[in-house]
């Protein structure tokens, strides 16, 4: 017989295509099975117009069988077949999809509605010369008499002839290559292996796809032993759950497959299907879990969606389908409309998939703000876990997604409790014209700041941030209907009267040669020492002067470039009704030097920053007490 050569571009393609186009060796049977899909779905759609088809729609299958003895994997479907003249011209010629030809071919009938063919390229069979170093296809087509076998050892080319087979169909025969150190062929023999890349990549084929399995049964005739039954199994979910109508799903339905699916332990807090038709058509299925996800918070974590084009996944993670802030959604998307390249793992970074991002990105802040509105507690739960990732979101770009997020975030308040800012603008006084907050490393400690009192005793409410971003997130929104916020640890806060601002310069003033003395004891560390009405009964607290408050001086400092030596401008405030006030004044200079360095201490401490020489403190401390 003559062997028959593949073109000569045909033969570099090959070579190409079976060492470059897939990443994932494995693949190949997600491309042979989803062929054995396409050539039942042609001879059903046949069958729904041609009385011939004899096979009925529940006879249609696809068959996996392995034979470790002899190393071959088979793959077999009762489909349409091919002829000798569509063997040669649709495995002969690389490129070329017989696939996509009936599609074409049938455009514009309404039958095809019902078919599903997922191939196009026509390259995907080819896959399999990056696992066997022999493929042979035998194939009978519809309404044929003879059937025939195609053989090919690779890039060398191919052979036909003639072959016994009775029924329509193809049997696809795959010799494995030898196993070397990087690679275990011999692995897709075991029966593990294959439910498991059925599963993972071609569990909602719409037919039967069944393999031989074993299992543990009872031995009828002796009593407690157990012997091996080996029988044919159905490897594949086959409907998709986010292909049926919501009303048929129960919730059940939707905890087991996140669990099973995403490997988790926990129901989801919360899921979201959605059947999207217009501009993009697409089914998604989404989930946000109990708990962030393992390795959530390490750089290994990555964010994404499934993707799946016509029930076969094409990508595990597709990052562009979430943004960043989202990134703790779990699920996927369903779309006929994806342009796919080639080995159908990457995307085209299509105008399409963008649309998708974009509806999917709505579809879950409207869920999340459903969800706020009628199940409060639910979303307090949901934020305490997640929020940060809202409140970077804010952060983050430039600020560009503020605007989306700005009603979803909330925060720890005075009130008690979470607040959104929405609610505390509703709330406010009405001689408040600013969102007042402080920093701080918890809502306990933040509470027991001295700058706390002015501002509680007129009434106002004050927000708690705890998190490293809530300032940086506030910084970038600038304003909330309006209201700017303050930082009521900052030296400008301006709750006094014109009558108490007055009094307070007055005694500045006057005091003037004394605070400058303090200034000068404390050197740089501060850039003012002040009197100051607004601590009630409180002595000391230092403030921040100009853009950077204390909090974002410190979370600066613990970035990895120390934050470019970006330090806060420490004012250090003294209640000028306190009687320490009086004791300043009276005293001499060394006692002055010492009060000044205990007050500027114990104003490090209530703010949370750490003290450079504690043991100077100590000292000073217990000098005065003897
Ligand atoms: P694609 O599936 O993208 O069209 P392939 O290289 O996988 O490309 O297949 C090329 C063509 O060979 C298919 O379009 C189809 O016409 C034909 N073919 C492949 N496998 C089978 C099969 N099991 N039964 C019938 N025809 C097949």
Known sequence: MRKKQFKAESKKLLDMMINSIYTHKEIFLRELISNASDAIDKLYFKSLTDDSVKTKKDEFKIRIDADKDNRTL??????????????????GTIAKSGSLNF???NEGNEKLDDVEVIGQFGVGFYSSFMVADKVVVESKAFGSDTAYRWESEGADGYTISECDKADTGTVITLHLKEDTENDRYSDYLEEYRISELVKKYSDYIRYPIISQASHQAPDPEKEGEYITEIADETLNSMIPLWRKSKSEIKPEDYNEFYKQKFYDYTDPQLVIHTKTEGQATFDALMFIPENPPMDFYSKDYEKGLQLYSNGVMIMD??????????SFVKGLVDSADLSLNISREMLQHDHQLKIIAKAIDKKIKSE???????????YEKFFSTFGVQLKWGVYADYGMNKDGLKDLIMFKSSNGGYTTLKEYVERMAESQDKIYYACGESEDKIALLPQCDAVKEKGYEILYFTDDVDEFAVQMLMNYDEKEFANICKDDLDLSTEAEKETINKKNEESKELLDKMKEILG??????????????????????GYVSMEMAKVLSQMPNGGNGIKAQLVLEINCDHQIADKL??????????????LYAQARLI?????DNPTELSDSICDLMV
Do not use: W
């Open 74 to 91: 088979t793959i077999t479907d009762n489909g349409i077949g091919m002829t000798q003249e569509e063997l040669e011209q649709n495995l």
């Open 103 to 105: 599609k074409k071919d």
């Open 317 to 326: 993670k597709c990052p562009d389908l979430l943004p960043d802030y989202f």
């Open 368 to 378: 999340l703000t459903k969800m706020l509105k009628n199940d409060r507690e639910k």
């Open 524 to 545: 740089d560390e501060v850039t003012a020492v002040k009197f100051s009405n607004k601590l009630g009964h409180h002595a000391v607290c230092l403030t921040a002067e």
């Open 585 to 598: 004044a009276q005293a001499d200079e060394d006692t002055l030097a010492k009060y000044t360095k205990i």
């Open 607 to 611: 703010a949370g920053l750490s003290i």
